[in-house]
């Protein structure tokens, strides 16, 4: 069992920054690949970016891309997510999910939202014009 929290979010200038994080309860935070997504007000839930458990594959929605950076710490239990650059079009809810990748190779991704098995509540992000 994985609980997550996510934090960081908050109300920004377009061209801004924000970083939210994700702390991960559970001693087997390695055994999971972590991503973010977010949904927008009448819109779906949509992937944003993955990396996998060992870090060292990442993987970034076209729309985020050179904009937001993923990162983890193993050690910390925590996954961030760095976005620049901001656009009114990144406001959304921002979701935190983990994905048992125990299974699969260190460096397996997912990016489809039903492949993950926990998720967060989710912090607001509102990127104003």
């Known amino acids: 069992q994985v609980q997550l929290v996510e934090s960081g979010g908050g109300l920004v200038q377009a061209g801004g920054s924000l970083r939210l994080s994700c702390a991960a309860s559970?001693?087997?935070?390695?055994?999971?690949?972590m991503g973010w997504f977010r949904q927008a007000p009448g819109k779906e839930r949509e992937f944003v970016v993955v990396?996998?458990?060992?870090?060292?594959?990442?993987e970034y929605a076209d729309p985020v891309k050179g904009r937001f950076t993923i990162d983890r710490d193993n050690a910390k239990n925590t996954v961030n997510l760095e976005m620049n650059s901001l656009k009114p079009e990144d406001t959304a809810v921002y979701y935190c999910?983990?994905?048992?990748?125990?299974?699969?190779?260190?460096?397996?991704?997912?990016?489809?939202?039903?492949?993950?098995?926990?998720w967060g509540q989710g912090t607001q992000v509102t990127v104003s014009s």
């Open positions: 559970g001693r087997t935070f390695s055994s999971y690949a």
């Open positions: 990396v996998s458990r060992n870090g060292g594959t990442t």
């Open positions: 999910a983990a994905k048992d990748a125990s299974d699969y190779t260190g460096s397996s991704v997912w990016t489809r939202e039903r492949r993950y098995d926990y």
